[in-house]
């Protein structure tokens, strides 16, 4: 291994280094407070633009593009030095805020979350990789245990603040509200973060980064065919699938010639890479796929309003942050990370199967226990990826590695929330029944839904609920494929911090 070319420590002081690590939390809190702020507003976004197809894509969309340009973001902050890469990226995140909160229509507002996304997935990778700058790799276990606190608050704060703001100030002002958040860090990181000028000029690999888009691209949109082409086996589904597997196989080609690849071929050479991979893939889908919809779930099911329905998300985040720290702790102390990885599977499943139980007279206490029960399992496991690759990542290529595990947790999430849309859909069609004074179930807002007659209510309840009963079911399927992998992973100790 190349570790006697180990550079000096970014920030000797250690009051600095906090300083430093409170701005790019803040970063971090406003990039994912977006994910989760959107979830308690979307069902009266869709209420007021309409197009109840297009629900998944406000979420995927953002997704999609976070994941698009994460590898190159990776490369870049190693050939430019990640403090103005950092900063244009919370620049391009705070115009897409700005974009969104002055949307005229379902399309613009899709397509300014495009925008937020492409800051976004800058802002995910370059903290990741100013972490692995600023501390060692067990000391960095702890701080990343510290971030998910950041995404326990931005959890629990998020969706209350959605349904909060866009009650009392319309759902726009909950993307207005990242400009000051936004300009704060922008001069925070300005004049604290040192520039290290990179040693060595990396070559970028362009073409293994828009083919590696691509293919995600092509597998979310896979995912959407039935909406967007009328049925899932189409002309139109065929001809995407050729172009994801056609890239896919590209991607493939370039990455083994390129000099500096986006993910180093040599990364799969290592059983734990693509294990984890998979299981990062399977996180995505679970931990952040599903947000999105148990919003959906609690307001139609139960007829919660937002504000509420938000309170219930305090259980999930709270459970995502316990787990998170207590796993942080220790894989400190142990060195180890299979068995977080084992346990967290194991939960995300038991919750999955327990929600797929859930119907319209369960007691809401119960639905707050299997949320905070999913929130333990997805915390568990939530940073054992990172720390994995980057423990077998040599020093050359951590941005490459923590760019891949970032990418595929996003690319679950994102291809999952356009499978889990579908699903929606499909169930509605096929379960439709006519509700009376419910012209259109897609376009009832949690607003126009608890001034329905009760009778009513209840129809909309069922008939969301039997939509509902397979997507859970898919999910569990999911965290299946997760806990095989986990258990298929080799026993490794991660290395003491060196002393002196």
């Known amino acids: 291994m190349d570790m006697h070319v180990t550079p000096a420590p970014l920030v000797s002081s250690h009051a600095l280094r906090l300083t430093l690590f409170f701005f790019l939390m803040t970063a971090l809190f406003m990039a994912t407070l977006d994910h989760q702020i959107v979830a308690t507003a979307l069902p009266t976004i869709v209420g007021e633009f309409g197009e109840m197809e297009r629900f998944g894509w406000i979420g995927s969309s953002y997704l999609l593009a976070t994941c698009a340009v994460m590898p190159v973001y990776g490369k870049l902050g190693d050939l430019f030095g990640r403090k103005y890469v950092m900063i244009a990226a919370i620049a391009i995140f705070t115009l897409g805020s700005i974009a969104c909160g002055l949307a005229t229509s379902m399309n613009t507002l899709i397509a300014a979350r495009v925008l937020q996304g492409l800051g976004g997935g800058g802002i995910m990778v370059s903290i990741f990789s100013i972490n ?41 002002s909950i993307f207005l509200i990242n400009i000051p958040i936004g300009a704060v860090v922008i001069v925070g990181l300005f004049f604290f973060l040192p520039y290290r000028r990179p040693t060595r000029r990396p070559k970028i690999d362009y073409a293994g980064a828009l083919l590696l888009a691509t293919t995600v691209t092509c597998i979310v949109l896979l995912g959407d065919s039935a909406e967007l082409f009328g049925a899932l086996v189409s002309k139109g589904s065929l001809a995407v699938a050729a172009i994801a597997i056609a890239s896919a196989v590209a991607w493939v080609f370039v990455e083994r010639r390129a000099p500096e690849p986006v993910v180093p071929l040599s990364l799969f050479s290592n059983p734990t890479f693509s294990l984890m991979l998979v299981i990062s893939l399977a996180s995505g889908a679970i931990g952040i796929g599903m947000v999105n919809y148990y919003a959906l779930f609690l307001q139609t099911t139960t007829g919660l309003s937002p504000s509420v329905a938000g309170l219930m998300f305090i259980m999930l985040t709270g459970g ?40 319209p007279g369960t007691p809401l206490f119960l639905i707050c226990a299997i949320m905070g029960l999913h929130g333990i399992g997805v ?35 994102s291809i999952a929330i356009s499978i889990y849309g579908a699903i929606i859909a499909s169930g509605l069609v096929r379960g439709a029944t006519v509700i009376p004074g419910v012209a259109d179930i897609e376009k009832l807002t949690p607003s126009v839904l608890s001034t329905l007659p009760e009778t009513t209510r209840h129809l909309v309840a069922e008939s969301y609920t039997a939509a509902f009963h397979p997507l859970f079911l898919t999910a569990v399927g999911i965290a299946l494929v997760a806990l095989v992998s986990a258990v298929s992973l080799k026993a490794v100790r991660l290395p003491q911090k060196a002393v002196g």
């Open 132 to 172: 692995a700058d600023l501390f060692e790799p067990r000391e960095r276990a702890r701080y990343q245990s510290y971030s998910s606190l950041v995404l326990m608050a931005s959890g629990a704060v998020g969706p209350v603040l959605g349904g909060t703001m866009s009650d009392l100030f319309g759902w726009r």
């Open 320 to 359: 995502i942050v316990c787990g998170s720290l207590t796993a942080g702790r220790l894989i400190s102390m142990t060195g180890r990370y299979k068995p977080f990885s084992i346990i967290s599977a194991s939960l995300m499943m038991l919750a999955l199967i327990l929600f797929s139980q859930v119907h």
């Open 379 to 413: 915390g568990f496991g939530q940073q054992v990826p990172i720390i994995a690759v980057q423990n077998l990542a040599s020093r050359g290529d951590v941005g490459a590695a923590t760019g891949a595990i970032t990418l595929s947790r996003m690319g679950g999430a």
